[in-house]
């Protein structure tokens, strides 16, 4: 039976202003068939057709949030992870807990971009495991010494493959040459991904990398991306400097992580060639939070650890000023989190972060539409509008008044994912996941 739920406030993600006495009804197949603005119930008619009608007062409603940058498959802690402190089963373990985690926090969809194997969005998919609609990239394609190389630094790289859990959690694979990028990238789709996530650029969290070196060739980079349109999806790819982001969008991807030091020159070619941007703030914000209790700590390793963290302060401090440039020259923005390990249930900590540079609806925006588009999935979901599936956040305050409110589960009333309750402190709580129609990736 269809469900109209009444007098809410809508934000509908298209950056529309808030909307009050706002009724939407969402029809038996998940989807929403109806969003009425403006007018009392009686004055619509609505609860005279036999559906069931569900006072929302008070409530503010948005589209599910998105996190466009997310790695569900690197939940367990991560140095313990590489270290291969971690059984098969906590990993396991970690990975579902992260998914319904992200459920539970309002994240009805996640684009996954290195580490999570397409089995586990498959059991979401079929109902049999609690969390979000899941696109996933699998193993994150590295060059053997790049950025994603995560072991100990004498490792034989021979010995790297080990870290794999086949079909479940593989954080990267190494290639060399544009015929083994060629054959990871086929072995990464043959596995279940909806894309491809490739280093182009060195990094923060790996030894021996530096975030100022450009990694794989344009040749190696356009043979992930022939393959990747062969299946009619993209690459996106790990990018903090410009000359590797550069080489990247020339073989044709189509999605930048990070881009950190993206100036109006950059920005302005990529609004030119439709190639979208991620900032990811809070992985800056969790290392500073960390620096801080090392400072006051001190002792062995102290100055070592604040060396390295200052590289990702001005890192940080660059794609803070990258946004507003990005937003100026028409870039499509999205919004990910970026967070590895348990934490990664704080994942709504980069709207807060993205409204400190502008504002909550914009950061809304990003995280619902934009993401939306960015997972090409802008015609299934993303805004509250009629036909859309409803994905939907019911808060019992105004995240426009106050952005925390996002990070806040105690004010998350109730969570739909394709029309059903499956979170929120409604205590309708669904224990079992539901399944959820597999939109065609356009
Ligand atoms: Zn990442």
């Known amino acids: 039976m269809a469900t109209w739920y009444t ?12 909307q009050e006495r706002s009724h939407v009804r969402v029809d038996d197949d998940g989807t929403i068939g109806a969003v009425e603005s403006g007018a009392d119930t009686g004055a619509l008619g609505i609860g005279g057709d036999g559906a069931d009608v569900v006072d929302c007062a008070g409530r503010f409603l948005t589209p599910g949030l998105i996190d466009a940058h997310s790695h569900l498959g690197l939940a367990s802690d991560i140095d313990a992870t590489m270290r291969l402190d971690v059984s098969v089963a906590e990993t396991a373990r970690d990975i579902f807990e992260a998914c319904s985690d992200a459920l539970d926090a309002g994240f009805t969809t996640i684009r996954d971009v290195g580490g999570l194997e397409g089995p586990v969005p498959d059991l ?4 049999r495991l609690r969390g979000p609609r899941v696109l996933t990239s ?3 394609q590295c060059q053997t010494g790049g ?3 995560m072991g100990p630094r004498f490792e034989p790289t021979e010995l790297f493959d080990c870290h794999q859990i086949v079909g479940l959690r593989t954080a990267s694979m190494l290639s060399d040459g544009p015929d083994e990028v060629r054959r990871n990238v086929r072995e990464t789709f043959r596995r279940g991904a909806d894309l491809i996530k490739m280093c182009v650029t060195g ?3 790996t030894v021996g990398t530096n975030p100022s070196d450009t990694q794989f060739t344009v040749p190696e980079v356009r043979a992930a991306v022939e393959e990747a349109e062969a299946r009619g999806t993209y690459v996106t790819v790990h990018a903090h400097n410009n000359a590797g982001l550069l080489a990247a969008v020339e073989a044709g991807v189509k999605c930048i992580e990070h881009g950190s030091e993206v100036n109006r020159e950059v920005a302005e070619l990529l609004a030119e060639k439709e190639v979208a941007l991620v900032p990811t703030l809070a992985p800056g914000e969790i290392l500073r939070e960390r620096s801080q209790k090392v400072r006051e700590r001190g002792g062995q390793g102290a100055d070592a ?5 200052s590289v990702t302060e001005r890192l940080i401090a660059g794609m803070s000023e990258v946004v507003p440039l990005a937003r100026e020259a028409g870039v499509l923005l999205g919004l990910g989190a970026d967070i590895t390990g348990p934490r990664q249930r704080e994942r709504a900590m980069e709207l807060v972060l993205r409204a400190k540079i502008e504002d909550p609806m914009a950061a809304l925006v990003s995280a619902t539409r934009d993401n939306a588009r960015i997972c090409r999935l802008e015609d299934t979901i993303g805004t509250v509008e009629v036909g859309k599936v409803a994905d939907l956040c019911f808060w019992s305050e105004s995240p426009l008044d106050d952005v925390e409110v996002f990070t806040d589960t105690a004010k998350l009333a109730l969570v739909l994912q394709g029309g059903r309750a499956v979170a929120g402190t409604d205590g309708t709580t669904a224990q079992t996941a539901s399944p959820w129609v597999q939109p065609a990736l356009s």
């Open 147 to 149: 950025h994603g190389q």
């Open 124 to 127: 979401i998919r079929r109902g």
């Open 203 to 205: 990094g923060v969290i």
């Open 138 to 140: 699998g193993p994150v």
């Open 7 to 18: 007098n809410l406030t809508l934000i509908d993600g298209t950056g529309a202003a808030a």
């Open 305 to 309: 650890y604040l060396k390295q963290f």
